[in-house]
């Protein structure tokens, strides 16, 4: 409820808010009510205050009313003075506006002068530009005038100053007079144009029809006209190039083309020259090319004489282009001699060439130099016509002389051992004893007959690179095959089947058994006695090999003429060298086209195969009567046939393609007695009546197939190799045989009587295998040249026998033959169960590798590899014990040790060409060992990568290329590499086919592979690098058989040899100046030089502890170390192969040796080593080029090979060889990513591998002729 305030506290209240405006600070004044009664007293208290204010007022103001007045004064004074300014600024005011009137008077007077200037300006320009329009005129009608006179120049000068005055009138160029004189001057340009081009054409005659030419000095128009007027004339009106190009094309067609094109009919029109005229007309008589030199020279001559320089030289230039090359291909082409008779004469017509370029340099003509560059090239072009023609000669002859057969006899004589009746090649046989590694410790058997096949061609060895069959000849027989390659052998090496003929040494059965059978080890042996054989059979041949000897002996001939007193000074004696280079290109010619030629006949490709080994052993021969020849003959060292005739490899070559060939034909054959056996469905139910019948047809067709293919051969091959081919083909019939048998689960009776007399069937065909002894009795020789036949005849026995005979037979020889596992599937087949049965097939292994899983309780199971006394367990226990002589009372050292990861595929980066070699830069590689301390971090690894292209690349593990290096400034010559190494984070080593180290500069930051140093010091290609950093030292091995040892440091190396420079012969210097660098690379010699070797060097490596020595392999069977000090040979280790590739394995004190024998051999190189080998390594099927060691275990290695693969080794995993040998075997094979899981070839475009490196990071990396570098894991156990 409201408070009650007194009237008077709200009088006070409300004059306080009116003076001064503040509200009641009580608050129950505030809030208090007015009610209408106490507003009277309020009233009465405003007006009370109001009453007092007033009296204030007039007390201040009687107080201050004498400054009141004195205001009120100054107050008027002011006002005064605004009212006289405001007068003023009404005045100035006036003034401004009187001012812009004048302003505007001003600008428009100066508007008006300024329009007066410019009317002036323009009147002056208009008169101007009249006057220039009135000389342009002018001139126009001075310039027709002139031209109307026969004032040509005159005339053209007038038309071109009028123009030129026509430019610089301007705007007024746009006018319409302007455009009139512009029409006149162009139609006086074009009248001008047309009265000289018609000068021209009176001056220039041709008249086509008569085939002449007229050339005048002078035609009479108005006045005389000078050719040098018009000449002049159409040179400023630029013209004189379109009709001197249709001179040239005229003078062409008119007289150079019947001159010098020979026609059809041998026609050849004469040139006839009448004054001012040149025609073509008649035929000449004299078709030398002397008189065609003399009558261009006429033809120069005439030109030179009638034409003016300013004429004559340019034209020059376009009638010499095409007389050179009508000359060239016409008339100085066939010039080239391609014999040695012609030599004189073309050694004539080359002299009077430089004559005639001479004659055109005394006219200052051009366009001769390619006539000039045809002399200088003359050696080359007449070295490339004898090519072609010898290969022309040899596509000629090879489809008349293959119809042409003869007979030809081989005689061989090689020491055997005489008590083992041509054993042969033990080594070979037992190469895949156990290759299988599995828990099971018997080996597995063999179902597929694919498998079977494709590792009979994979021992065939079917390579380029396959040396010699005559260097370490090793006799072979046909009844201890190879389980693999039974034919093959005989492919490999001509001797083989020869010294396997029974006529020679005969062999009791039960020896041969005794021996080895199907690939089981034998006991040791008493040493045989050695006896010298002489083998001589038969083969027939077509006449080809020998029309390709007549050639090649006839350009070894053509060298030695062509370096006679009487030639040695003709200019295309320099390059005789060249006609070495023939042999080898008729010989790959023949490769290429034989297929093609020999097809027709029935039994081609053993005729190709024939062929290329009568010709191998002729040019064998030859190079031999050679190497008599020489050591008499007065020729310089390098022109020697013995020296300058490399045909080993195209004899290799050629020998393996006969190999291909035979190989083809095997193939061929036994793919059609499959195709006959595969229509029998495995003799499933050969007893019902349907099937019975196609079982039938097969054997009946198969066994005539074979007679008929003996019917083929037999004209064709020798005796022995009629019966190893005959027996390998009836090998792949019974081994289908064989199988089909064993991969039936149920055979009864009844299809077991008929099984065995298909059987019979089938063993008829050893009929084919009798031979002759040397006491006129007949021999079964069956055993000997089938494969498995013996493994057939207890085939045979078995479906015919009981279980006592089957265990009788496995006691007495089955085990020989057949595996364990094979017996117990066809017992199972034949006999019911009983526990006869399950007595006869107790044949049961301990599980090694699940027992110790058992023992350590593994989660789950890891595959174990196990060593018994330090050797790979690959047998049964009981049979390890036996071969070993080991008695079962023996305590063992078992150790087993967790296999070798399988490497797997990671990645491949792929060339666009072959790569020849690949290195790894990580922290541990060689390379990242000797760079600094941390300097290469993970993920920082790099691969290197050598190719054919002749260019370096470093990839990332990602696949990206980080840097490439540019070709070197080789002037044209072959640049593809060969090797190259890392030697430091930032250099890389290189060599190849230009014979040249090279050192280079890698930059990661620029992306970059500069060369900074080049090492002379070979004469010919350059195999394999090897790299010391500590030492800072280079290895390189070569085909010139040398090792040269080099310093990467340009200050540390000597002068490089002269004599090997590019710029050392004229015809290099010429390519060099030809192709300058745009900088210039250091040259250095080699520090040393070893020699020793007798052939190409192919690898080389320094000792792995001491830097000063070093070991290099040579295709000539020799390992060497060396003393890199004193340049000396300290130790020589021959073996029975040439050698490819080379690594050390320092702990074991070993080096390791790739072979063209298709093996690994390692070596003890050690003086104190009494052995040459200390263990084979075996599973190539073509020579091994590559071989690196494991950086994580001290017995692993990886090799490359020209089968296409890759295989790693442990040197542990071994078995027995022949006598004492020991025979390690591949724990892991890698094959190929380009194949794409196809059927792996051992040979063939596509398949060599070249290099490979195992990097302890990144793992195996190879490369080869697929163009990818492969990436494989590289873990191990």
């Known amino acids: 409820m409201p408070s009650q305030v ?179 001057a162009d139609q006086l340009r074009s009248a001008i144009i047309e009265n000289t081009s018609e000068l021209w054409n009176g001056l220039v005659v041709v008249d086509a029809t008569e085939r002449r030419i007229s050339l005048k000095e002078e035609v009479q128009r108005e006045s005389l006209v000078h050719i040098n007027t018009v000449v002049e004339a159409l040179t400023k009106l630029g013209k004189m190039e379109t009709l001197l190009s249709l001179l040239s094309r005229e003078f062409d067609d008119v007289i150079l083309s019947p001159r010098l094109t020979i026609k059809e009919d041998r026609i050849v029109s004469a040139i006839q020259i009448d004054g001012d005229n040149i025609q073509s007309t008649g035929k000449i008589s004299d078709m030398s090319v002397r008189a065609t030199l003399e009558d261009i020279q006429v033809i120069g001559e005439y030109l030179s004489t009638r034409l003016p320089p300013a004429v004559a030289v340019p034209l020059s230039d376009k009638l010499l282009t095409i007389l050179s090359s009508r000359l060239i291909s016409n008339w100085l082409l066939p010039a080239v001699p391609l014999s ?124 380029d690179d396959e040396p010699p069959p005559e260097a370490n000849p090793e006799p072979k027989t046909a009844d201890t095959e190879h389980e693999d390659d039974q034919e093959e052998d005989w492919g490999a090496d001509w001797g083989d089947e020869e010294e396997s003929k029974p006529t020679t040494v005969s062999q009791p059965a039960r020896q041969r058994e005794e021996n080895k059978s199907n690939g089981k080890p034998l006991a040791l042996q008493k040493a045989p006695k050695k006896q010298e054989v002489t083998l001589r059979e038969t083969y027939t041949v077509t006449a080809i090999p020998d029309s390709i000897m007549e050639i090649i002996i006839q350009v070894v001939l053509d060298v030695a003429t062509l370096n006679q007193p009487d030639l040695v000074g003709s200019a295309i004696a320099p390059a005789s060298g060249g006609l070495f280079a023939i042999p080898g290109q008729l010989l790959a010619m023949y490769r290429a086209t034989a297929a093609i030629y020999y097809s027709k006949d029935a039994a081609g490709n053993m005729l190709i195969y024939n062929d290329c080994t009568r010709l191998a052993d002729r040019l064998r021969k030859f190079l031999h009567e050679q190497v008599e020849k020489d050591s008499t003959s007065k020729l310089p060292q390098y022109l020697r046939p013995s020296v300058r005739l490399k045909l080993e490899g195209d004899i290799e070559s050629l ?160 085990d020989l033959e057949m595996d364990a596992e094979e017996v117990v599937d066809l017992i199972k087949a034949l006999f019911a169960e009983s526990e006869h049965r399950r007595k006869a097939i107790a044949l049961r292994r301990i599980a090694l590798s699940s027992l110790v899983n058992n023992l350590l309780h593994t989660e789950k199971p890891i595959p174990f590899e196990f060593l018994v006394n330090g050797q790979f367990l690959r047998t049964s226990i009981e049979d390890f014990l036996t071969a070993n002589g080991i008695s079962a009372e023996t305590t063992l050292n078992v150790e087993y040790t967790r296999a070798l990861i399988p490497p797997l595929h990671v990645a491949s980066f792929e060339h666009d060409d072959w790569i020849s070699d690949v290195d790894v830069l990580s922290h541990t590689s060689p390379a990242g060992a000797w760079s600094k301390p941390g300097s290469i971090q993970s993920g920082q690894e790099r691969i290197l990568s050598a190719s054919y292209d002749g260019l370096l690349r470093v990839w990332n593990l990602s696949g990206d290329v980080i840097a490439t290096s540019t070709a070197p400034n080789n002037g044209g010559r072959i640049t593809s590499l060969k090797s190259a190494k890392w030697l430091s984070e930032t250099k890389i080593v290189a060599a190849g086919m230009d014979n040249v180290v090279r050192v280079y500069k890698y930059d990661e930051d620029s992306r970059s592979i500069q060369c900074n140093l080049e090492l002379y010091a070979h004469r010919w290609p350059i195999e394999n690098l090897a790299v010391h950093g500590p030492s800072n030292r280079i290895l390189s091995a070569s085909t010139d058989s040398t090792v040269s040892l080099f310093s990467p440091t340009s200050k540390d190396a000597p002068p490089a040899p002269p004599t090997l420079l590019p710029s050392s012969t004229p015809a290099s210097h010429k390519r060099q100046k030809l192709s300058k660098p745009d900088r210039t690379i250091p040259s250095r010699g080699p520090l040393a030089t070893l020699s020793g070797h007798t052939a190409p060097v192919s690898a080389t490596l320094f000792h792995p502890s001491d830097p000063t020595a070093a070991y290099s392999a040579s295709r000539d069977h020799a390992l060497k170390t060396w003393d890199l000090t004193t340049a000396a040979c300290v130790d020589t280790r021959t073996t029975s192969h040439a050698l490819l590739c080379l690594t050390a394995l320092p702990a074991l004190s070993l080096v390791a040796t790739g072979t063209a024998a298709r093996h690994i051999t390692l070596t003890d190189p050690r003086a104190t080593a009494t052995s040459i080998s200390a263990l084979t390594l075996r599973g190539h099927t073509n020579a091994v080029v590559a071989l690196d060691t494991d950086p994580g275990s001290e017995y692993g290695l990886v090799s490359g090979g020209h089968d296409g693969t890759v295989r790693i080794w442990d040197v542990r995993s071994v078995r027995s060889g022949v006598g004492e040998e020991r025979v390690g075997e591949a724990v892991y094979t890698i094959s190929r990513e380009s194949v794409g899981g196809s059927k792996v070839r051992s040979s063939g475009e596509g398949v060599k591998v070249f290099g490979v490196c195992w990097d302890g990071v990144v793992g195996v990396v190879s490369a080869g002729e697929d163009r990818r570098v492969q990436v494989n894991s590289g873990g191990g156990a």
């Open 6 to 184: 007194s009237e008077k506290e709200l009088g006070a209240a409300i004059l306080q808010s009116v003076q001064h405006g503040s509200f009641p600070q009580s608050e129950h004044v505030a809030s208090a009510n007015v009610p209408s009664t106490a507003l009277p007293r309020l009233l009465e208290v405003l007006a009370k205050a109001r009453e007092e204010r007033k009296d204030e007022i007039r007390k201040v103001s009687r107080e201050a009313g004498d400054d009141v007045d004195g205001w009120t004064t100054q107050a008027r004074k002011l006002q005064d003075d605004i009212k006289r300014s405001q007068e003023t600024a009404q005045e100035i005011v006036q003034q401004a506006n009187a001012g812009k009137e004048y302003t505007a008077k001003v600008q428009d007077a100066t508007a008006k002068v300024s329009f007066l200037y410019s009317e002036i300006a323009y009147n002056e320009s208009l008169v101007q530009i009249v006057e220039q329009m009135r000389d342009i005129s002018s001139l126009l009608e001075s310039a027709q005038e002139a031209a109307v006179n026969g004032h040509i120049i005159l005339a053209l000068d007038r038309v071109e100053d009028a123009n030129a005055t026509l430019k610089r009138i301007g705007a007024a160029e746009h006018t319409r007079v302007a455009s009139l004189l512009k029409s006149k």
């Open 655 to 814: 020998q393996s393609f006969g190999r291909r060939a035979y190989g083809r034909e095997m193939e061929l054959q036994r793919t059609i007695i499959r195709d006959f056996l595969d229509a029998a469905s495995g003799f499933q139910g050969c007893t019902t009546d349907h099937y019975a019948a196609e079982c039938d047809n097969a054997v009946a067709m198969t066994i005539d197939r074979l007679e008929d293919v003996k019917r083929q051969w037999k004209d064709v091959l020798s005796h022995s190799a009629l019966l190893q081919s005959l027996g390998s083909v009836v090998s792949t019939a019974i081994t289908k045989f064989i199988n089909d048998i064993e991969e039936l689960s149920d055979i009864g009776e009844d299809e077991s009587r008929k099984l065995h007399g298909y059987g019979k069937s089938l063993s008829s065909l050893g009929a084919h295998f009798q031979t002759e002894d040397e006491s006129g009795e007949m021999r079964d020789m069956a055993a000997m040249y089938v494969r498995n036949w013996m493994k057939f005849q207890y085939l045979l026995e078995i479906l015919e026998g009981s279980l006592a005979d089957i265990r009788y037979f496995w006691a007495n020889g089955l």
């Open 340 to 463: 040695t008779e012609g030599v004189l004469d073309f050694q004539d017509i080359l002299s009077l060439v430089l004559g005639l370029c001479e004659f055109f340099d005394e006219l200052e003509w051009t366009g001769q130099k390619r006539l000039s560059d045809w002399v200088d090239r003359s050696a080359q072009i007449w070295l490339s016509r004898r090519k072609e023609a010898a290969i022309a000669k040899v596509r000629s002859i090879m489809p008349r002389r293959v119809k042409d057969k003869k007979t030809v006899e081989r005689v061989e004589t090689q020491v055997i051992s005489k008590g083992d009746a041509m054993l042969g090649n033990q080594e070979e046989q037992d190469e895949d004893w156990g290759a299988d590694w599995g828990e099971e410790e018997e080996p597995t058997k063999q179902n597929s007959q694919e498998e079977i096949e494709e590792e009979d061609m994979s021992a065939w060895g079917a390579d």
